[in-house]
Nanobody, 128 residues
Framework: QVRLVESGGGLVQAGGSLRLSCAASGRAFWNYPKAWFRQAPGKEREFVAGISTTGGLTYYADSVKGRFTVSRDNAKNTVALQMNNLKSEDTAVYYC?????????????????????WGQGTQVTVSS
């Protein structure tokens, strides 16, 4: 497992931007596919974006396509989520996650059960 710590959340007006960062420590960070999930009050945790070990493959939820960009820097052990044109419905706690199985991730990249390491979350609030 890896230890994940998110940062960068905050309050922003609709149409604004935020950049979330996830710092990882532990063994073989580069070997873990990563993802961002979010959970709004009263709702289930949902997939936002995922990225392969090299960054060559990325996946996005339909609701954020064209607005969010996921990236990673294996040399710095970080994963980022650039969020542009934010909407009130993006308000949620955002979580970074890592999967220990690249094979499982290749078909289950949007499933909660694919990920075995989670950060504590960072709050993003978008005011309209």
């Amino acid at each position: 497992q890896v230890r994940l710590v998110e940062s960068g959340g905050g309050l922003v007006q609709a149409g604004g931007s935020l950049r979330l960062s996830c710092a990882a420590s532990g063994r073989a960070f580069w070997n873990y596919p990563k993802a961002w999930f979010r959970q709004a009050p009263g709702k289930e945790r949902e997939f936002v974006a995922g990225i392969s070990t090299t960054g060559g493959l990325t996946y996005y939820a339909d609701s954020v396509k064209g607005r969010f960009t996921v990236s990673r820097d294996n040399a710095k052990n970080t994963v980022a989520l650039q969020m542009n044109n934010l909407k009130s419905e993006d308000t949620a706690v955002y979580y970074c996650a890592a999967s220990a199985s690249r094979d499982q991730w290749s078909t289950g990249w949007k499933s909660l059960g694919t990920y075995d390491s989670w950060g504590q979350g960072t709050q993003v609030t978008v005011s309209s």
